[in-house]
């Protein structure tokens, strides 16, 4: 059971001085020099958060057909639509838009996921604390 845990440094990426010893060490620089993921201070976001599991399938599925299974971006309006459909947060009504926000703002999981995910991309479902997340990156800022 332990090694699971580790792996997804959920514990490790809350404290801010151990988060920037394991991304040098870790990654590398060679990751960062290369895509600058994970280096940034600000990130722009939307997401979809659902509660079950299978809700947050649904709703990744309809990404998938409509643009990702082709190798496609999703439109951030189209990712709006389905955040206005599916998303059980109140960011939902506004299409899921989070704005910027700094590092070490959101909880664990989710700050691993939207520091980590290209601008314009999409990431796959994963489970926070609060449920199950989509997120579509939309901008990257020091």
Not at 127 to 132: A, L
């Amino acid at each position: 059971m332990g090694k699971p845990k580790e792996s997804a440094k959920g514990k490790g990426k809350q404290a801010a001085s151990g988060s920037d010893e394991n991304a040098s060490k870790g990654k590398g620089k060679g990751g960062k020099g290369a895509d600058g993921l994970g280096t940034c201070t600000y990130v722009k976001a939307r997401h979809v958060l659902c509660e079950k599991q299978g809700k947050i399938n649904e709703a990744y599925k309809k990404l998938q057909d409509g643009w990702l299974s082709n190798g496609d971006k999703v439109p951030p309006a189209e990712f709006a639509k389905i955040a206005q459909e599916y998303s059980e947060c109140p960011s939902g009504k506004k299409g899921g838009d989070l704005g910027w926000f700094p590092r070490g703002k959101m909880a664990g999981p989710f700050q691993e996921v939207a520091f980590n995910t290209s601008v314009g991309a999409t990431s796959a479902p994963f489970k926070s604390t609060h449920g199950y997340h989509i997120i579509l990156c939309e901008g990257r800022k020091n």
